[in-house]
């Protein structure tokens, strides 16, 4: 079974309106961590957002914000008035503490923001 | 602001050959990792590091794959020989968690392409 499923192998938004990729995640572990990641076509993976199992607050950072629904496991990203720069492919990644924190990720999603 | 080095970037050769690369991850990062990333799929890890001991190869193809981190600093990842599967992206990654942190954000290299012909 997958661990991290990305459902959206493409995705279009024009600038400056706001996007969601999906993620959802299959774990027994109580203890883990979600994360997402750029890649650009220069190849490099830039970490943008984390959520750990146990916080009770979704996480921020800039025009990014992670929607996690535990319940549903699911780890949405939500990136805010997109812009040219945010076309790239994007990662999202779990690691198990009984996993030894390893990361696992999922298959990417291709974000193409029009002018 | 500090990186993540690998070299090559770009590496063409012939099956059956060797090929070896290199990575220097951020200084003070004790946690290592290698990551081999097949076109158009997410990255796959082959190998951790704890300071100079593995701590996980259970997805590194022994066969033909060896990696070592001998004083706990850089790190070289080696095929030998090259197969056309082996055509991918190979990413080196640090972290400043120690690995049983599950808040393991980890900083990545430019990565080696590498091209098996």
């Known amino acids: 079974a997958q661990k991290i499923t990305q459902t959206q192998p493409g995705m279009f938004v024009q600038e400056k309106e706001a996007v969601t990729l999906d993620c959802t995640y299959d774990t027994s572990d109580p203890s883990y961590g979600l994360f997402w990641y750029k890649q650009p076509s220069s190849g490099e993976m830039i970490f943008l957002i984390y959520q750990g199992s146990y916080d009770q607050q979704n996480a921020t950072e800039g025009r990014y914000s992670l929607n996690f629904q535990k319940a549903r496991k699911s780890a949405n990203l939500v990136i805010s008035a997109s812009q040219l720069g945010d076309s790239a492919m994007y990662f999202c990644?779990?690691?198990?503490?009984?996993?030894?924190?390893?990361?696992?990720f999922g298959g990417g999603t291709r974000l193409m923001v029009k002018p | 602001e500090a990186e993540v080095a690998q070299s090559p970037r770009y590496k063409i050769t012939e099956k059956s050959q060797a090929v070896a690369f290199w990575c220097d991850p951020i200084?003070?990062?004790?946690?290592l990792y290698w990551y081999r990333q097949i076109l158009g799929q997410g990255p796959e890890l082959l190998v951790q590091?704890?300071?100079?001991?593995?701590?996980?190869d259970s997805q590194l193809p022994k066969d033909r794959f060896s990696a070592e981190r001998l004083k706990g600093v850089d790190s070289t990842l080696k095929i030998q020989p090259a197969e056309l599967g082996d055509s991918a992206m190979y990413l080196c990654a640090s972290s400043p968690h120690p690995v049983a942190s599950v808040y393991n954000e980890q900083f990545f290299g430019p990565g080696t392409r590498l091209t098996v012909l």
């Open positions: 200084s003070g990062h004790a946690t």
């Open positions: 590091f704890q300071d100079e001991s593995v701590v996980d």
């Open positions: 990644a779990m690691n198990e503490r009984d996993a030894g924190n390893m990361l696992t």
